[in-house]
């Protein structure tokens, strides 16, 4: 019997050839139905699991190109941004930070007087990762930093590579990273992006403070104490703690070396405000750091062994991002999606419900960063049908990409589980019931809290 998965990844084949073959629809290009096919097959591959996310990716290149859907300034536009560099070098920090043994020492330091309680362990990891978002910009990069650290913190408390405490230990990082990032203003692409596409289009300026004001109390705080307890509730597990020697060893040169790298990379990414270097450079200096003679740690040899498949993969979500923005696939999507909307003035919680649900599932149908670029064109007409200021329809969209339904959508979550050895099935265990929870829970919630600082009503 084929497995389900390669039904449905047939099944996504033969829907976008037919995409591909039809002729368009009023009010669309050819080129738009040639990247809405592209968009279904890449999307619905990843989304099936059938192969790994990068070779997926790499289809998505051979694709774009053989059947010219997009130039190849376009396709590959993912090699020229910031982000992938960002990739490349959290992923060589990572090897160097598990080769040097550094990730053993910091889980240590941070995590051991947690180690003797499950529940007590993975609500220090869920505070760490918070923590973290308001010092490190970029998700991806959190992600590639904490994952060697948390597999050493597992290691300590008597958990397997691929057991349940240690997947629970893993998916509590890497959904908090991403959606209690959410919530801080330069933790996340999306957000940025929406404080762009704000400004550009309408001179709306985000601003940080109000921004968490609005945002972090619920999607942030409240969020990050729901993870806590589903990852307690569906990945149980009982701590064994590992002996260690209570007169730790002091820092051998090549962990001394490593940590003045870390050390200045953190800095650096903490304090891009002042300096304005992006952090995808931050990350590859970094990265070469490690390898360079006398002050890196690794063999140049140690470059062989560097996971590449999320670099590719990342490369990929962000052509695949443009090409929808380009081919004008994304003008179009938004446009039948404002005829549909049931938005009336005065049904103030039916137009936040209706709008923050908007954003959530328009990141089934594009790539995460391309969310706010979507939407945003919409938000004036939605505030005239509201009768809300501009700002807090373009807020509805932080909320509704704060929710994340299946991991492909946001690729730091994708490398992270590719990092960490997690399957697409265990990341569904935890990812399908906090979306339930989100929408039924905090997505009321934070409705409230938005009327109560009267941002809306």
Known sequence: MPRPSSI?????????????????????????????????????????????????????????MVLAVAPPQIVFSGFASATLWLVLGGLILAEAIHRTGLAQRIAGALFDRYTRSYRQLITAVVIVTIALAFFMPATVGRVLLLIPILTAVAQRAGFERGSTGYNGICLAAIMTTYQCGTTILPANAPNLVLAGTAETLYGVQLIYAEYLWVQFPVMGMLKGLAIIAFVCWLFRAEVR???????????????????????AALALWATDFLHGIKAGWIALAAGTACFMPRIGVMPFRAFNSVNFGPYFYVGATLGLGLTVQKSGLSEALGAALEGVLPLAAGADFGNFVTLSLLATFTGLFTTNPSQPAVLAPLAEHFAQVTGWPLKATLMTM????????????????????????????????????????????????????????????
Do not use: K, N
Request: glycine share 8%.
């Open 241 to 263: 703690p590992v002996v260690v020697p209570h007169e730790t060893p002091p820092l051998t040169p090549e962990q001394q070396r490593m940590a003045v790298i870390l050390i």
């Open 398 to 457: 932080a909320v509704g990409f704060s929710t994340m339904i299946l991991p492909y959508q946001v690729p730091p979550v994708v490398v992270g589980m590719q990092v960490a050895g997690i399957s697409l099935a265990t990341t569904l265990r935890l990812s399908l019931p906090l979306v339930a929870f989100s929408i039924v829970v905090l997505l009321p919630l934070d409705y409230l809290w938005w009327r109560t600082i009267g941002y809306i009503g």
């Open 8 to 64: 449905f990844a047939t099944l996504v084949c033969a829907g976008a050839a037919v995409i591909f073959l039809l002729p368009p629809p009023q009010g669309m290009t050819v080129t738009a139905m040639h990247a809405a096919a592209l968009l279904v097959f890449t999307v619905g591959l990843w989304a099936s699991g059938t192969l790994p996310e990068h070779i997926t990716g790499f289809l998505f290149f051979l694709m774009a």
